[in-house]
């Protein structure tokens, strides 16, 4: 089973979701179960756990994760992204796909927790050059 974690951004009450949309996309090709936990950037909604069947949204589950204060809205999402994937380990096999570096910390530390069976960091923001400092 795949579990996709991403930020999306909120503009005028639309939700773009780019390029985590990509992976959701190229997932649902598979016609199987996986899970979509969508973020907010700027917390200006709660976070939501999609359950797909294929490319059928199946159910929803919204985590309590808006704050104004930046570190404790990431506290917090990755402390219910990490609860969600408790409550799902013992299914099958989980590779977890986080998309960005917090998602990716957090894929991480469900690897090291057990939680997950791999762990895969996503991000198309990636240069060497960017990072030196």
Not at 55 to 65: A, C, V
Not at 105 to 120: D, E, F, H, T
Request: net charge positive; glycine share 4%; aromatic share 16%.
């Amino acid at each position: 089973m795949y579990i996709i974690a991403g930020h999306a951004t909120l503009v005028d009450d639309v939700i773009y979701e780019s390029p985590v949309n990509t992976l959701v996309e190229t997932v649902s090709c598979t016609n199987e179960k996986f899970f979509f936990i969508r973020h907010f950037m700027n917390g200006e909604r709660n976070s939501v756990a999609f359950l797909f069947n294929g490319t059928k949204i199946i159910s929803t589950e919204e985590f309590p994760t808006i704050s104004s204060i930046a570190f404790v809205r990431y506290f917090k999402e990755i402390l219910y992204t990490l609860k969600f994937l408790k409550k799902w380990r013992y299914q099958d096999s989980i590779c977890f796909i986080g998309a960005d570096p917090l998602n990716g910390l957090c894929g991480l530390i469900a690897k090291y927790s057990r939680l997950v069976k791999k762990n895969v960091f996503y991000s198309v923001d990636y240069s060497e050059s960017r990072f030196t400092n």
